[in-house]
């Protein structure tokens, strides 16, 4: 069978492949372009396939308005409106042709999280690879389509979204023409708790929607998105800054540059672990073979003499027969005359 595979800027994402890892930008620039330039940069060093932006406005992804309906109650950003919270957090659209530019020098691919169709011509007009459809907006099925259109790659976050709600998005973008299309299993909050994400959706995913499937993860280290490499994930997106305690919006649940790199090292050693099913000896085995319990004379013995319990035992090194012909053995005749410390073999006995 033929594994489910998207290809983005010549890179094949699918389980037979290292994991994908994206660097999520975010609000991480916290204000200044030569922050997120930075992050690129630390992005790539780090060993990331990718960085993510966000690209919206305020009002293009909410209402200036207070009404309760529009204010944040409990959780990182409790009491600002969302208003005050996207126009803080925004990537600037003017920013956008720079971090390109700067993540195409330095060799690290760059696309982004479009939040309305503005949004996905201004990305189509910098030449972006692919697209990733955040887990808020997993509901709107028209910006899915108009994105499908763009012919590019696809990649759908599902948090909060149920088995249908998931179909319909899928289906939404297959209708409009998406060839390639992804899906991260998603937990949104912010940060969310390692029991929350409950890793066993995953390998249902890959088996109820027949796509190439990774994690979005929120958790504040690097146990969750590794796991989920071992049940088939084949993307892990981590929001990732210079600093967590910079103080912007999503500082404090991302991963520092260190921390970037121990993902990007660890989740393609838990994918090179996984392997396949074999129960040969392995490379790394065979100069150990010989330390292998086998059977050993353990006194003299003249030829033609019957082999008796206290004559033989098992022990290290492997040289001599297994173990499990010693009842065998017992009763059988040495051929030759033996010292103590030989390995008992075909040769020796009959």
Known sequence: ??????????????????????????????????????????????????????????????????????????GLWDGRTLYELYEEAHMPWEWHAPLFARARELGITIFSSPFDTTAVDLLESLGAPAYKIASFEAVDLPLIEYVAKTGKPMII??????????????????GAGCRQLAILHCVSGYPAPAEDYNLRTIPDMIERFGLVTGLSDHTLDNTTAITSVALGASLIEKHFTLDRSGGGPDDSFSLEPKEL?????????????????????????????????????????????????????????????????????LGSVVTIDVKAGTPISRDNIR
Not at 166 to 173: P, T
Not at 300 to 312: L, P, Q, R, S
Request: charged share 30%; hydrophobic share 35%; proline share 4%.
């Open 1 to 74: 069978m033929t594994l489910p595979f998207i290809e983005i800027n010549g890179r094949t994402i699918a389980a037979d492949q290292p994991p994908y890892v994206i660097a999520e930008i975010s609000a991480n620039h916290n204000g200044k372009l030569e922050t997120a330039l930075r992050i690129i940069e630390e992005a790539k060093k780090a060993g990331a396939d990718a960085v993510k932006l966000q690209t919206y406005r305020p009002d293009t992804i909410t209402l200036d308005c207070d009404s309760d309906d529009f204010k944040i109650k409990g």
């Open 157 to 174: 976050s599902t948090g909060m979204a149920d088995a249908e709600e998931i179909q319909e998005a899928i289906d939404a973008a297959r």
């Open 261 to 329: 790199a121990e993902l990007c090292r660890d989740s393609k050693t838990a994918w090179s672990a996984m392997g396949n099913v074999n129960y040969g000896r392995k490379s790394s085995e065979q100069g150990n073979a010989q330390f292998r319990r086998s059977l050993y004379f353990v006194k003299d013995i003249k030829a033609g003499e019957v082999i008796t319990e206290d004559a033989v035992r098992s022990v290290r090194p492997g040289f001599g027969m297994p173990p499990k012909y010693l009842s065998s053995i």
